[in-house]
């Protein structure tokens, strides 16, 4: 099975300030079809997941291009350029190349 | 409006069964491959299981594996989860999520419902 590990856990940030998030995976998420099965979530609070980025670097419909996702391999990061308050939440990947499918473990963004 | 949304979750006691279900709208649902993830209170997401759009191919996480059965019924648009001998560790919100293509590799999780709230005793 493929472990999913993410960096930091906690991630305070002042609004208008970068933020960046690490994950890797215990296999390579490179398929041979040439794209890496690598998504990012948040789950703001109360709430559901939201699909964030796909296939390591393809935002998602309705997005803020403030969110960018880069990567291929095994090593990950998603960087948001400035933080709003409306950011504040779980931000977790997931790797979708084989069953079963797992998430990071999650890093929680708050506003300092 | 593309729409999922779950039903099912209660309290049971361990040991006990239970059918989650969950009814997709706005789309058509057997186009897509559907799965179930699961949140325990204050923890991260965990994948539970996934089938295919036609439902000919399902999958589960090793924890699951022989206890959960996941199916669909496509004339109906409606996910299940069959659970059985439930344990205290399976409490949890449990989500279903739709992928964007009919069978696997599911990713891409663009539409999930709110939630139903299983709680073991």
């Known amino acids: 099975d493929i472990v999913m590990t993410q960096s930091p856990l906690s991630l305070p940030v002042t609004p208008g300030e970068p933020a960046s998030i690490s994950c890797r995976s215990s296999?390579?998420?490179?398929?041979?079809?040439?794209?890496?099965?690598l998504d990012w979530y948040l789950q703001k609070p109360g709430q559901s997941p939201q699909l964030l980025i796909s296939l390591g670097s393809n935002r998602a419909s309705g997005v803020s291009d403030r969110f960018s996702g880069s990567g291929s391999g095994t090593d990950f990061t998603l960087r948001i350029t400035r933080v709003e308050a409306e950011d504040v939440g779980l931000y977790y990947c997931m790797q979708g190349l084989q069953t079963p499918l797992s998430f990071g473990q999650g890093t929680r963004l708050e506003i300092k | 409006e593309v729409q999922l949304v779950e039903s099912g979750g209660r309290l049971v006691q361990s040991g006990g069964s239970l059918r989650l279900s969950c009814a997709g709208s706005?789309?058509?649902?057997?186009?897509?491959?559907l799965s179930w993830v699961r949140q325990a209170p204050g923890k991260g997401l965990e994948w539970v299981s996934g089938i295919s759009g036609s439902g000919n191919g399902a999958y589960y996480a090793d924890s699951v594996e022989g206890r959960f059965t996941i199916s669909r019924a496509n004339s109906e648009n409606t996910l299940y989860l069959q659970i059985h001998s439930l344990r205290v560790d399976d409490t949890a919100t449990y989500y279903c999520?739709?992928?964007?293509?009919?069978?696997?590799?599911?990713?891409?999780?663009?539409?999930w419902g709110q939630g139903t709230v299983v709680a073991v005793s």
């Open positions: 999520a739709r992928s964007p293509l009919m069978g696997r590799p599911f990713y891409a999780f663009q539409i």
């Open positions: 296999q390579s998420l490179l398929h041979s079809n040439g794209y890496n099965y």
């Open positions: 706005g789309f058509t649902f057997s186009h897509y491959a």
